[in-house]
Nanobody, 120 residues
């Protein structure tokens, strides 16, 4: 399973940015999908996750500003980020829990990361 992110970049404080991530390869099923982020010198932290049925979970720091969604038919997860703050600056990683075949358990997969910089 490969995850490819797109949509990162530079945005001013208060601005908006959207990320997307497509899963491809040998996929039998995808369970949770989500986004994590990592600041320099810090551990990777949860941003938001979403189940196949659409149940979501957000970090307190992004609630009310970020919205996660997914298109199960396209194996794609999105993250709409509004009211961005300088402290949102990080490398954002796409995540999914997926099974490649019915005979194997789910494994975690990660994208390569995309830089989001919030600065004036």
């Amino acid at each position: 399973v490969q995850l490819v992110e797109s949509g990162g970049g530079l945005v001013q404080p208060g601005g908006s940015l959207g990320l997307s991530c497509v899963a491809s390869g040998s996929i039998f099923s995808i369970n949770a999908m989500g986004w994590y982020r990592q600041l320099p010198g810090k551990q990777r932290e949860l941003v938001a996750t979403i189940t196949p049925s659409g149940s979501t979970n957000y970090a307190d720091s992004v609630k009310g500003r970020f919205t996660i969604s997914r298109d199960n038919a396209k194996n794609t997860v999105y993250l709409q980020m509004n009211s961005l703050k300088p402290e949102d600056t990080a490398v954002y990683y796409c995540y999914c829990s997926a099974r490649e075949r019915i005979s194997v358990p789910s494994s975690a997969y990660w994208g390569q990361g995309t830089q989001v910089t919030v600065s004036s």
